[in-house]
C-alpha cells in the first residue's frame, strides 16, 4: 500500500476515536440543564428577584412589605465601607451577606432608615412636638410619659442623655414585652397596667446584671445607727449611699438593696468604684465630687446593657 493511502487511514482512525473527557453531542444533548433559582418577575418595573434575594423577600412580606424590585443585583459599597451585593426594591434595600452563609442572616435589609436620617438631620432630629427634650449629644429625643418620669425624678443628672428613640422590647427578667428607652444610667419601661405614678418604672437591671453572683447571697454588714436593713432582701444601707436612695426616688425608683457595698471595676472606664446593686441600679460613690451631689452617681447601665446586645454604636 501507498504511504499517502496508510497516511489517510491513520487521519480516519484518529477522527473516528473518541476523545477521553470530552461528552459527545448526544450525552450533551441528554445532560439534564442546571437547576433553575427560584424567581418572580414583574411587568410593572421590567426587573425580576431571584436566588437568596427572592426567597427572603417571599418570606418576609413580599410585594406587600418590600414593593416591587426596582433594579437587577449590583454590587454597591454600603454605610460601613464594605462592598455588599444589593437590590432595591420599592421599600426596601436587600443585601447579600456572604460572611453569613448558611444562617438565618445571608440577606439582611440595608440601613436606609439610618441612611435617611442621617443625611435629613445631620443634627439629630428635630423636636416631634411642643413639650419634647431633644439632645444633639445623642440625637435623641424625650417625650410624653417617659420626659415627665425622667423630669420628676432626677433628669439628666440622674439618668444621663437618651441613647435611643422609644420601642418595644422584651425583658430580661420576666420575658414580657415592654415600650422601652434607654439613657445612660437607666431603662425606662412603661407599665400602663399600672396606677399612676407607676406608669413608668425603671428596668430591673441590677437584677438583671448581677444574677446569681455571689455578692447577693453574702450576709449583711451588722447595722448601727444611720443603716436602714432591707428585710425582703437581707441587705443594709447606709452613708452616702443611703442618703441618695432616699432623695433620689427611694423604693420606687431603684427598688431593694440586692448587695453589701463592694468594690467593682467599671466596664465602662475600667476604674474601681465602692457600689452597690439595686433591682433597678447600680450606685457608684466618686469620693471625689465629695460634698457635692454627685458624690453619688448611677452607674451607666443603660449604655452597658446595650454595648453588651451589639445594639448601640
Not at 176 to 186: H, K, L, M
Not at 238 to 244: D, L, S, W
Request: net charge negative.
Amino acid at each position: 500500500m501507498r504511504p499517502l493511502t496508510l497516511r489517510w487511514l491513520a487521519l480516519l482512525v484518529l477522527c473516528a476515536a473518541p476523545v477521553v473527557g470530552t461528552p459527545s453531542a448526544a450525552a450533551r444533548a441528554e445532560a439534564p440543564p442546571p437547576p433553575a433559582q427560584p424567581a418572580a418577575c414583574f411587568a410593572e418595573t421590567g426587573k425580576c428577584a431571584q436566588g437568596l434575594a427572592y426567597a427572603y423577600w417571599r418570606e418576609n412580606g413580599g410585594l406587600e412589605r418590600q414593593g416591587l424590585p426596582i433594579t437587577d443585583e449590583f454590587d454597591e459599597a454600603g454605610a460601613d465601607g464594605r462592598t455588599h451585593r444589593v437590590q432595591y426594591f420599592e421599600r426596601a434595600r436587600l443585601e447579600l451577606h456572604q460572611e453569613n452563609v448558611n444562617t438565618p442572616f445571608v440577606v439582611e435589609l440595608g440601613l436606609l432608615g439610618r441612611e435617611q436620617f442621617d443625611a435629613r438631620y445631620p443634627q439629630g432630629r428635630p423636636p416631634a412636638a411642643t413639650g419634647d427634650a431633644c439632645f444633639t449629644e445623642t440625637s435623641r429625643c424625650v417625650s410624653g410619659r417617659f420626659l415627665a418620669y425622667w423630669q420628676r425624678n432626677g433628669g439628666l443628672a440622674q439618668f444621663g442623655y437618651p441613647l435611643s428613640d422609644e420601642f418595644d422590647e422584651r425583658g430580661q427578667v420576666d420575658d414580657r414585652t415592654y415600650r422601652v428607652q434607654y439613657f445612660e444610667r437607666a431603662r425606662f419601661e412603661l407599665h400602663p397596667e399600672n396606677p399612676a405614678p407607676y406608669l413608668v418604672e425603671l428596668a430591673l437591671l441590677g437584677t438583671a446584671a448581677l444574677g446569681q453572683r455571689p455578692e447577693r447571697d453574702a450576709p449583711a454588714v451588722a447595722c448601727d445607727a444611720g443603716c436602714d436593713l432591707s428585710a425582703p432582701t437581707g441587705h443594709s444601707l447606709r452613708g452616702a449611699f443611703r442618703r441618695y436612695w432616699q432623695g433620689g426616688g427611694g423604693l420606687p425608683v431603684f427598688g431593694y438593696p440586692l448587695t453589701e457595698e463592694l468594690q467593682e471595676v467599671s466596664l465602662a472606664d475600667g476604674k474601681a468604684y465602692t457600689v452597690q446593686y439595686f433591682e433597678r441600679a447600680r450606685f457608684e460613690l466618686h469620693p471625689e465630687y465629695a460634698g457635692t451631689p454627685y458624690e453619688v452617681l448611677l452607674g451607666p447601665m443603660g449604655l452597658e446593657t446595650l454595648n453588651t446586645g451589639g445594639w448601640y454604636r
